[in-house]
């Protein structure tokens, strides 16, 4: 990413507040001098779904030629000096002067960590930022303080305030380090975060671990609820991303994507690795982000600043806003780079319209009411979710308008209550249209798109399972077809209860025919494949229930055969054809793919055990399928 040249009067800290720096004896000049040595990296934070930059996040380097070991000991002395405050405060402008430099800035947001204790600090001072931003030409919505868990915040003290004012000021406000320190429920109560940030923790090995998946998808679940935005912060392979895609958090940070760099140059708009990734899960490009971009209205929102005139939009906007839609109850609000807020209701604004002089006192800049006193919460929801999620989020709270629908956290649409219920239904209609009528199970065409997908993926691990009864034609022959449906939905319900998590897709091909399909997320192949002799032992054991009392006894049945001729078969039981596909191998075509589960299941109806394991030998297997 190209740097933008700086001012020459931005190289080192602005002069415009030194003499608040230097009203009094404290060391603060020395203090200047270290925060003109240090530096920051910055990292990426990115769009979950397709690489896009939100911002970056600067982290303070060179400490340690001062003699800090880590951050921490830097701040903790600069504290007891009583410096805190004004030394976060060069630091800001060092981080906002560089931030600038980034090419097209403005469409960014610098996440910045703020010492908690600086809000504590007796030298702090309101409204010093506003005035760096306003020389660097930025508005405040492109700053995100980020405070941590780990050092403690009285929520019930001048501290909350401080904080609200920030958000006020329509500066976003992020808990970082979530589920790592002091009172994190109580913090994200008070505060009302824009964003939560979940710990490296909880992410570090998630795939693998049942209680951090619990907590991480409880607190991903809550915090959509509450209209927050989710980064998870300390994402290192493509196991944590899969996962973290899959609870649905909004945005990754992380050594997988890129690790903080000095060089401004080596910073990206869109991060390339998220985005294959994220196309390789052709499942994503669903019928739910379809209907949704289908039902949603796109409703103009009302921005809380003007960019021209470069302050907050007055009240006065907003009943004119009202006034010229008068079927509208509501509007959404956005900031400058339009990312939602929540919405404007005309309700709130009645208690003042229709008294004498209420109107009027909102019109009155001295009463000090402005656009964001009337904001007022609403779900918000990535086009990409599923329906059902957003649904959720939706039941939560019987009096919401609706859900506002953002892609790469801007705002697109607004999906209402009424188009919410057309949504499911016509999805529930699609899916019906393409499920087995007996098992209710997805049928071809969700197969062969599950199948592609996955072919298409070729840095996961899959393995895939063609199942086929044995003997259901004589079965059929002789008990008829309304016992031979008592078979296949017996098997069908196996293999839900037995496969029923979200690595593992089930499909009905038709009559016998029975597919599975399994992402190797957290799971050894050899636990698949016994897992597969289990479903068929168990399918060999209750489906002599179907049978009367002679066959039973005897393990067979008379029948007829293709010909017509009369003779004894076995009882049923299913074939299972085994194609184990390794990460990281070559690329196949459908056909190619075909070609191996027809010659697993070939050699699977022959098999003692009746199951046959082939792993990914492409180029022999395909030429000898085509020999036969």
Known sequence: MKEQTAPENTK????????????????????????????????????????????????LRNYQDFGFPTIQDLFDSVYNDG??????????????????????????KLFFNLENRVILSGDYKSGLTSEILKRYNMLPDSVCFEI????????????????????????KIAIDDFGSGYSGLQLLYYTEPDYIKIDRFFISGIEADSKKKLFVAKVVNLAHILGITVIAEGIENEKEYYFCKEINCDFVQGYFIQKPVLDIDELCDSY?????????????????????????????????YNHEKRYFTELSS??????????????????????????????ELKEYVYSKYGKDLLMNRTIGKTTMDFVVKCYISDINNKIEKILEYFAVDENSEGIIITENGRYVGFLSSRALIRVLNEKNIAIARDQNPLTKLPGNTIINEYIESALEDTLSTYIFVYFDFDNFKPFNDKYGFRQGDRAILLFADILKKSMNTGDFFIGHIGGDDFFAGIKIN???????????????????????????????????????????????????????????????????????FGAMIAKAKKEAKTSREGIVCKPFDLRPMYRCANDM
């Not at 405050?85 to 097209?104: G, P, S, T, V, Y």
């Not at 941590?148 to 000021?169: A, V």
């Not at 002679?550 to 017509?564: E, K, L």
């Open 272 to 304: 390339e690795i998220i985005r294959t990734l994220s196309l390789r899960d052709k499942r994503n490009i669903t019928i739910d982000r379809q209907l949704i971009n289908e039902k949603m209205e796109y409703i103009e929102p009302i921005c809380v």
């Open 12 to 59: 080192t800290l602005h002069n415009s507040h030194l003499s608040f720096l230097m009203e009094d004896s404290m060391p603060i000049d020395e203090w200047q001098k270290t925060a003109e040595n240090l530096d920051f990296a910055f990292q990426p934070i990115v769009n979950i779904h397709n690489g896009s930059c939100l911002g970056f996040e600067a982290l």
């Open 522 to 592: 957290g799971y050894e192949s050899n636990h698949v494949i016994n897992l597969i002799k289990d479903i068929i032992f168990k399918f060999r054991s209750d489906v002599t229930s179907l049978y009367d009392a002679q066959d039973r006894r005897r393990g067979y049945i008379i029948s007829v055969d293709r010909d017509g001729i009369e003779k004894a078969f076995p009882l049923l039981t299913v074939s299972a054809a085994v194609v184990c596909l390794p990460a990281h191998r070559e690329k196949i075509t459908l056909d190619e």
């Open 148 to 171: 941590s868990e780990r050092h403690k915040i009285d929520c019930t003290s001048n501290d909350l305030m401080i904080l609200k004012n920030y958000k006020k000021q329509t500066y």
């Open 83 to 108: 410096c805190l405050f004004r030394f976060d405060l060069m630091l800001r402008e060092k981080a906002i002067q560089k931030f600038k430099r980034i090419n097209e800035f403005h469409r960014f």
């Open 318 to 347: 907003v009943f004119e806003a009202f006034r010229r839609n008068k079927t509208k109850t509501f509007f959404p609000v956005v900031n400058s780079h339009n990312e939602p807020l929540g919405i404007i209701r005309e309700q």
